[in-house]
């Protein structure tokens, strides 16, 4: 199983990005898909969490601005961010709980990460 993204780069404080993140290989079941971040020096957090039902949940410093979605058919979770701040800098990574066969043990995967750096 491999999640591999697109999306990031550097963009100027109030603009906007768009992360995609699919997932290939051996996959029967896909739960909950999600994104993290890391900036420099601090832990990885979680951004926002999709469930296989489309449920969603963001946090608090990205709350009104970043959306995330998900389509089922192609196993690929999105994140569009609006109005990014220079706090926004950071590497994302995605996530994704995957079952590789049926009634197998779910497991989960991270996206090799991708570097967003918001300019103020």
């Known amino acids: 199983v491999q999640l591999v993204e697109s999306g990031g780069g550097l963009v100027q404080a109030g603009g906007p990005l768009r992360h995609s993140c699919a997932a290939s290989?051996?996959?029967?079941?896909?739960?909950?898909m999600g994104w993290y971040r890391q900036a420099p020096e601090k832990q990885r957090e979680l951004v926002a969490i999709?469930?296989?039902?489309?449920?969603?949940n963001d946090v608090d410093p990205v709350k009104g601005r970043f959306t995330i979605s998900r389509d089922n058919a192609k196993n690929t979770v999105y994140l569009q961010m609006n109005s990014l701040k220079p706090e926004d800098t950071a590497v994302y990574y995605c996530?994704?709980?995957?079952?590789?066969?049926?009634?197998?043990?779910?497991?989960?995967?991270w996206g090799q990460g991708t570097q967003v750096t918001v300019s103020s």
């Open positions: 996530n994704a709980h995957i079952a590789k066969r049926e009634y197998g043990p779910m497991l989960y995967y």
């Open positions: 290989g051996s996959i029967s079941g896909i739960n909950a």
């Open positions: 999709i469930t296989s039902g489309g449920n969603t």
